[in-house]
């Protein structure tokens, strides 16, 4: 079974997490085994969100880094997460390009510029 993990920075502001927190909501109406997990700064953490997933029964993980460019985290913090994880939870963890590197991205930018004009 697959499972998903959306992976946000996390933020001393509660309205902001809890904004990532309402996208999860929206996205388990079409996705089963989905959570949201945070690098830093607010729960749960990506270790946590590995737990869950594999306790749910997931052999496999897709990781969605909801970041736009790829800083720091995306190159080194998420990698070596991801490695601790897969050698600690014996579980295959796939890192998808971080959002910002998306055509659909890009494309979904073009459409808000687009329809407001």
């Given at each position: ?6 992976l946000s920075h996390g933020s001393k502001v509660k309205a902001s ?5 309402e996208v999860l909501e929206k996205l388990r109406g079409k996705i ?21 997933l594999k306790e749910s029964g997931a052999s496999s993980i897709k ?55």
């Amino acid at each position: 079974m697959n499972g998903y993990i959306l992976l946000s920075h996390g933020s001393k502001v509660k309205a902001s997490n809890e904004a990532s927190f309402e996208v999860l909501e929206k996205l388990r109406g079409k996705i089963e085994h989905i959570e949201l997990a945070f690098l830093e700064l607010a729960e749960p953490d990506f270790e946590s969100a590995v737990c869950v997933l594999k306790e749910s029964g997931a052999s496999s993980i897709k990781v969605l880094p909801l970041f736009l460019a790829p800083g720091k985290h995306v190159r080194e913090d998420v990698p070596a997460l991801r490695e601790m994880c897969v050698q600690k939870y014996e579980v295959e963890i796939t890192v998808l390009e971080h959002i910002g590197a998306n055509d659909g991205y890009i494309k979904l930018i073009e459409a808000i510029l687009l329809d407001n004009e």
